[in-house]
T-cell receptor
């Protein structure tokens, strides 16, 4: 059965610092991988997705993620964090029926 | 383009009462999902519709939860009777046969 693990429950970074959120997946076939962001009281917004091809994918709001098959990872990165990036971030893997299996999320706090 | 609409946004009920949530997907989207997001966890798929047919309801607690999607457009999710552990945010998402799901703002349910 496929699963997603986000090892970090909370992460705190200073504004302007770089960010990396970790995501590990377990899936038998080629995975379809996603990162979503959820701000308080808001629905989920898609940041980026990986289906195939270039393993470094660019998303919205300056985010990028790198797919590493050998490590079963799909980590999210941003070179310089803004205070508005404070939110909950979810990694997800898509199954054959297009439904998504989500990790438990990482809560990002940005300090001045 | 209008997004996924959900109502109500908030609901407080007592245990053993019933409650219903409504979702209007993006126009033309054939696939509709209901997810349950318990505090501190990622969304969990409850049910997936393709047009007005059920694709996957394996994680829907059918003794108390029911869902329908009449005419392949709007959908309602009902809980009867509610339990304390049903307190969660209920998210509706839609897509047009792809992995790019669009989420509504959710309905926050509190069962007391």
């Amino acid at each position: 059965a496929q699963s997603v693990t986000q090892p970090d429950i909370h992460i705190t970074v200073s504004e302007g610092a770089s960010l990396e959120l970790r995501c590990n997946y377990s899936y038998g076939a080629t995975p379809y991988l996603f990162w979503y962001v959820q701000s308080p009281g808001q629905g989920l917004q898609l940041l980026l997705k990986y289906f195939s091809g270039d393993t470094l994918v660019q998303g919205i709001k300056g985010f990028e993620a790198e797919f590493k098959r050998s490590q079963s990872s799909f980590n999210l990165r941003k070179p310089s964090v803004h205070w508005s990036d404070a939110a909950e971030y979810f990694c997800a893997v898509g199954d054959s029926g297009y439904a998504l299996n989500f990790g438990k999320g990482t809560s990002l706090l940005v300090t001045p | 383009e209008a997004g996924v609409a959900q109502s109500p946004r908030y609901k407080i009920i007592e245990k053993r009462q019933s409650v219903a949530f409504w979702c209007n997907p993006i126009s033309g989207h054939a696939t509709l999902y209901w997810y349950q997001q318990i505090l501190g966890q990622g969304p969990k798929l409850l049910i997936q519709f393709q047009n007005n047919g059920v694709v996957d309801d394996s994680q829907l607690p059918k003794d108390r939860f029911s869902a329908e999607r009449l005419k392949g457009v709007d959908s309602t999710l009902k809980i009867q009777p509610a339990k304390l552990e049903d307190s969660a945010v209920y998210l509706c998402a839609s897509t047009n046969v792809s992995y790019e799901q669009y989420f509504g703002p959710g309905t926050r349910l509190t069962v007391t």
